[in-house]
């Protein structure tokens, strides 16, 4: 059973474009939401988290947006560069067991030039 | 600072024979985690170690895999005898501690090893 559902698979973006990822989770106890960033060859790396006590987090061209009431969230990547060309993972937890991760499936992300 | 090491890096066996992985985690890190990353999925969490003790391994396949982190510092996973379904990358990554709060537990992960098992 999946926990968390990631959309979409695949990502095509024009530099300078917006990118947008969406994710979904059923388990009403996770409270904790990070993103990660993963290069091919590499490990996942995080970029971004978000408590559900706040609906909105910003830091430089990323943001994460929490809706509580539908249990979605997802992730926004202004100006998108080149270098942002990877595959993005949503991921949830408690905060009780935070390293105990559920991971979406990932979007791979591509920005044309 | 360094990061998560493991090794080798790539491990290619036939199906029935044994490999081990081997991971160091960031110096004065309490948690370490083995996740198992199948292509086109995201990281599955198999065991997380507080310390030197097991926290969690209900995903562990324990009829064929074992894992043990020694003196509280490095990790070996092993996987005996080996099916082609395990195929994946082995990611092994720790955090200062789980338990203190969620600022404390990020989670930094190695660059994995890869195993094929033909």
Known sequence: ?113 | EAGVAQSPRYKIIEKRQSVAFWCNPISGHATLYWYQQILGQGPKLLIQFQNNGVVDDSQLPKDRFSAERLKGVDSTLKIQPAKLEDSAVYLCASSLDSERGWNTGELFFGEGSRLTVL
């Open chain 1, 1 to 113: 059973q999946q926990q968390v559902k990631q959309s979409p698979q695949s990502l095509i973006v024009q530099k300078g474009g917006i990118s947008i990822i969406n994710c979904a989770y059923e388990n009403t106890a996770f409270d904790y939401f990070p993103w990660y960033q993963q290069f091919p060859g590499k490990g996942p790396a995080l970029l971004i988290a978000i408590r559900p006590d706040v609906s909105e987090k910003k830091e430089g061209r990323f943001t994460i947006s929490f809706n509580k009431s539908a249990k979605q969230f997802s992730l926004h990547i202004m100006d998108s560069q080149p270098g942002d060309s990877a595959t993005y993972f949503c991921a949830a937890s408690r905060s009780s067991t935070l390293g105990r991760l559920y991971f979406g499936r990932g979007t791979q992300l591509t920005v044309w030039p």
